[in-house]
């Protein structure tokens, strides 16, 4: 198993920025990917970016060009520097980790953007 302790949200005004971290304890090197999902009040949990251990990324159209997904494999963690920040951006942010053995999820961290 992996446990996962996501930080660095709060409350920004539209057009800030935020730098999201997930640090990642226990079984990590079985992670196969991670990623970032977000779900806002009354949506479904929607991804955000992903990256598997290739270094490849994806992100969801909403965010390409604001939102930048990082892994510092040496600290055990993930990044996501969020950028131009838009009032629909306001969600619950979750960190995720796929291993051969399942799918795991932080805690969740707040982002609120104010118009």
């Known amino acids: 198993q992996v446990q996962l302790l996501e930080s660095g949200g709060g409350l920004v005004q539209a057009g800030g920025s935020l730098r999201l971290s997930c640090a990642a304890s226990?079984?990590?090197?079985?992670?196969?990917?991670m990623g970032w999902y977000r779900q806002a009040p009354g949506k479904q949990r929607e991804l955000v970016a992903v990256?598997?251990?290739?270094?490849?990324?994806n992100y969801a159209d909403s965010v390409k060009g604001r939102f930048t997904i990082s892994r510092d494999n040496a600290k055990n963690t993930m990044y996501l520097q969020m950028n131009s920040l838009k009032p629909e951006d306001t969600a619950v942010y979750y960190c995720?980790?796929?291993?051969?053995?399942?799918?795991?999820w932080g805690q969740g961290t707040q982002v609120t953007v104010s118009s």
């Open positions: 995720n980790a796929i291993l051969y053995v399942g799918v795991f």
């Open positions: 990256m598997p251990n290739d270094g490849s990324t």
């Open positions: 226990g079984s990590r090197f079985n992670i196969r990917a």
